[in-house]
């Protein structure tokens, strides 16, 4: 009898649980589905199946050339960018040479013009203790006050004339520097 039920338990699992039916129209839809969705894959499958085909390997001379090409391009590139660093730099150390000079210029000029000036206002001093009369005294100081203001414009003049000459020239290293770094970057 064990036998029996285990024979009856087989045919049971064979049997189809469900029955499932699809209508003619639906078949015909999901086939047309089926093979419009297929085109795509089946082109693509097709085109990267060439593009694997016509790919040639790569030797090792090849790969060895290109390895030697792009360390030599790199070398070139550091060197380059060392050099522009260095150039710069000097360019820097050439400009605040030529600024501190200049300043130092400056400073000597202004100490010179300002013992002038205190040698100037001690003689019209002693030219104010000279004078007699009111009229006198009234006279030299108009005369003295026309050439100290005559004077302080010429000093500034010179001050500043020789301002802009120590920018100038302190400037032109970097101008140069950079107008040899921009010729270089449009050339490359």
Known sequence: MAKKKTASRKTKALKPAVKVEIPAVGLKAARSAAKAAS??????????????????PVSQPQKET???????????????????????????VQSSTLFFKGAEEI????????QEAAQKNAEAVQTLMGCKTLNELT????????????????????????SLK???????????????????????
Request: hydrophobic share 35%; proline share 2%; glycine share 2%.
């Open 139 to 162: 006279e030299t100081q108009n005369k003295l006050a026309k050439d100290s203001f005559e004077g302080f414009i010429a000093q500034a003049t010179k001050l500043s004339e020789l």
């Open 107 to 114: 400073m000597k000029t202004y100490t010179a013009l300002a």
């Open 39 to 56: 085109k795509p894959a089946v082109t693509t499958l097709k085109t990267k199946e060439k593009s694997v085909k016509t790919e040639k």
């Open 166 to 188: 120590v920018a100038k020239e302190s400037f032109e290293p970097i101008n140069a520097q950079v107008t040899k770094t921009v010729k270089r970057a449009s050339a490359a």
């Open 66 to 92: 290109t390895m030697t090409d792009t360390k030599q391009k790199f070398e070139k590139l550091t060197s380059d960018a060392t050099s522009m660093g260095q150039e710069q730099a000097e360019a820097i």
